[in-house]
């Protein structure tokens, strides 16, 4: 049989109109799966494949999202992180349901540009950003005149930018209650602080103990990445001195980890030192990742429900695509108990 020339010539071979061929081939729109199937046959049998670059010209719609992950608040952070693997995988899984793919991007940013650079390249329809980092600014900035952008982080008073996340504040008050319910009573905080999303954790936290009457929360500073919180952990332990905020040879009774990642590295470096979770020290972690519950002990965590998060940026976006504003939407956090504390 000879070659199918194009869309128009496919879909009348096909018996079925120009925009069913095009949904059926694409996967972007909707139609039955028997004619999916019969239409995909057909496209195999002749040999013929759908024009993307002329369809993309035509509608000026690439049916890609770029996902960006800004790290200037810590560059030897990489995408490989369980947090970033569990939320790119679930943005791609609602992606695909509309019929988009996606562009997944580390961003280590040298300038003001990063944002505008990926928008100037006409490859994608819309952005997702994950993590406000120490790029704030420049989000808000752009989001001023560039409408299909939405972020997954915090939110703040008079913030420009429409963004998904869990409630900070209240996941970190809920983090520190469970440590005080469960007899904690000298309780520290380890993880980063900068930004909004970690510093409001942190803040919960330090809200829920000056409510409880108990001391001020102990800070101890750690990296994001596994390894690297680990050694900050090991060297704050290993510390004569003993950590910050607590008479020297004294340890935390319960540890407030400002995510998942950080928790088990917390849990990992305790261990070497000889220190039983939970039975020394109570360790609750941040994000509600698969992983925390595969670790040893268990891991107890604030619940971000980053599934229903990546639907809501999902739904989010493609309203923005098609030219409407969208408000912030906040989730509620909610307390997992499991092992470590």
């Not at 128009?8 to 999916?36: P, W």
């Not at 904690?184 to 942190?202: K, L, Q």
Request: net charge neutral; glycine share 12%.
């Amino acid at each position: 049989m000879a070659g199918v020339g194009n869309l128009k010539e496919f879909a009348a071979l096909a018996g079925v109109s120009t925009a069913t061929a095009s949904r059926a081939l694409t996967g972007s729109g909707r139609v039955s799966e028997e004619t999916r199937v019969r239409i995909a046959a057909l496209a195999d049998k002749l040999g013929y494949q759908p024009n993307i670059a002329a369809r993309t010209l035509r509608t000026r719609r690439t049916m890609t999202i770029g996902v960006l992950v800004p790290l200037g608040h810590e560059r030897a952070q990489h995408l490989s992180d369980p947090f970033f693997n569990t939320m790119t995988g679930f943005l791609a899984d609602a992606f695909a349901e509309h019929g988009y793919d996606m562009l997944l991007s580390r961003i280590l940013p040298r300038d003001d540009r990063w944002l505008d650079r990926t928008i100037g390249s006409g490859r994608v329809d819309g952005i997702v950003v994950i993590g406000q980092s120490d790029q704030f600014h420049v989000i808000e900035t752009v989001s001023r005149r560039y409408r299909p952008l939405v972020a997954w982080g915090a939110q703040v008073p008079g913030q420009h930018h429409c963004a998904v996340g869990s409630d900070n504040l209240l996941g970190g008050a809920m983090a520190a209650r469970h440590l005080i319910a469960q007899g904690c009573r000298t309780i520290a905080y380890a993880g980063p602080v900068d930004g909004p999303e970690f510093g409001e954790r942190a803040a919960g936290a330090r809200r829920a103990l000056e409510e409880s009457g108990l001391p001020p929360i102990t800070l101890l500073p750690t990296h994001f990445e596994p390894e690297a919180a680990q050694r900050d952990m090991a060297a704050l332990l290993a510390d004569p001195a003993g950590l910050p905020g607590l008479a020297p040879g004294m340890l935390p009774d319960g540890i407030v980890a400002g995510s998942d990642v950080t928790a088990i590295s917390v849990i990992r470096a305790l261990a070497e030192q000889g220190h039983a979770v939970p039975g020394r020290v109570r360790v609750i972690g941040y994000d509600g990742l698969p992983v925390g519950a595969l670790v040893t002990p268990p891991l107890s965590t604030i619940d971000q429900q980053l599934r229903r998060g990546a639907a809501l940026i999902t739904e989010l976006l493609l309203e923005r695509i098609a030219g409407t504003d969208t408000p912030s939407r906040r989730i509620e956090p909610r307390l997992v108990v499991r092992g470590s504390t």
